[in-house]
Each structure stands twice: as structure tokens, then as C-alpha cells.
């Protein structure tokens, strides 16, 4: 039987097995689109870090409300890792922390440019010293599951070996944070703690 030549996919499909393979690809692009359609990834958009840098700048000139965020938590909301920094966002905006949400916005827009989440850990910190503040003990065991101490400590060092004046604290910062993420795990809020997370915030660079 003579076969006629097909151009492009449909030419993998000729000779024995062409049923199978045409099956194949038609799972491969349900899958896809599946896939495309469940992760609603904000990565690489444009129109998200816009709005990102928009309530940035708002930062700068006031406290920002819950509605100033309204349009990014739309746009955003079916990407898994967006709706999780959004709950610490919205938290401390609700409680007149605008200057920490904005960090949050930078991280995020990090997320969105390389599609990698990288988080300071003495940063958490601080905003672990303000749920204590407002006694939301909920707040800080949520942040408490989310820290990554090592790769902190890795990238860390990594950094202070190119600039060590800059990271000079960093043995002693370390040690803070370790020791204070060891007993908020064991529930211990005291005053010694939360010493040790306001010498965080007053001496950490990420």
C-alpha cells in the first residue's frame, strides 16, 4: 500500500501503531491544557508586576487599604503561590503594616519574573515579631511551616563570602533566628524571644 506523505505531527503518526500514537497525543494536549488551566501561574505577566509596582509606589505615600489590592488578589488568584503570600499581605495591611506588605510585593514580583518564591528568613522574622504583637499565634505557626532556615543559611553565606562588611552580623543574626525558631515551635512567646526577634529586625539583611 503506497503512503502519502503528511507534513508536520501527522507524520510521525504513518506506518504501524498510528492509532496508538495519535491516542497518545491527544492525552498529552488534554493534559496540557489541563494543567494550564488548574495552576493559573502569574509568572512572566506583565500586567501583574505592573500592578505589583503600582501599590508599591502607593506604599510610599501611605498606608495602603485592603481595596488598594483588590485588583492584584484578582489577577492573581488562581496561583497557588500568590494566594499564599496574599494572606500574610492582606494581614498586615489590615493591621496598618504597610511597609512590610510592600516587602512582601518585592518578593512576589520575584515570583513573577523567575518563577522561583525566595524568601528571607530573618524577614519572616520580623513579621513573626508582629503577630506576637497582636497575639495572632495562628499567624506565626502558619509562617513557622513555611521557613526554610537552610536555604537561608546557604544563600546567606554564599553572599557574605562576596561582601562581608555588608554581612558582618550574620553569625549572630544566624544564631537568633535559629534559636528563636526553636522555641516559638515549642510555643514560647516570651519576652526573651521577642528580644531576640527585634535584634533580628534591627540588624538582618537579606
Not at 537561608?152 to 553569625?171: E, H, V
Request: glycine letters at 6%.
Amino acid at each position: 500500500m503506497k503512503i502519502i506523505k503528511m507534513p508536520g505531527i501527522f507524520r510521525m503518526l504513518k506506518g504501524q501503531g498510528a492509532f496508538i500514537k495519535l491516542i497518545s497525543l491527544l492525552f498529552l494536549a488534554i493534559f496540557l491544557v489541563a494543567c494550564s488551566k488548574t495552576t493559573g501561574s502569574i509568572v512572566g505577566s506583565q500586567l501583574v508586576s505592573a500592578e505589583i509596582t503600582r501599590i508599591s509606589e502607593l506604599a510610599l505615600d501611605r498606608n495602603l487599604t485592603l481595596e488598594d489590592l483588590s485588583k492584584l488578589r484578582e489577577l492573581t488568584k488562581n496561583d497557588k503561590v500568590a494566594v499564599g503570600e496574599f494572606k500574610e499581605m492582606d494581614w498586615l495591611v489590615a493591621h496598618n503594616e504597610s511597609d512590610h506588605a510592600a516587602h512582601g510585593m518585592a518578593f512576589l514580583n520575584g515570583y513573577v519574573q523567575t518563577g522561583e518564591l525566595t524568601k528571607c528568613v530573618a524577614h519572616e522574622m520580623q513579621h513573626i515579631r508582629l503577630y506576637l504583637k497582636y497575639n495572632d499565634t495562628g499567624m506565626v505557626k502558619d509562617a513557622l511551616g513555611e521557613l526554610d532556615p537552610q536555604a537561608w543559611i546557604d544563600r546567606s553565606q554564599s553572599l557574605m563570602a562576596k561582601f562581608p562588611a555588608y554581612y558582618k552580623n550574620f553569625p549572630q543574626v544566624k544564631d537568633a533566628v535559629l534559636s528563636s525558631i526553636n522555641s516559638l515551635k515549642a510555643m514560647d512567646y516570651s519576652d526573651a524571644v521577642k528580644k531576640k526577634l527585634e535584634f533580628i529586625e534591627n540588624s538582618a539583611v537579606c
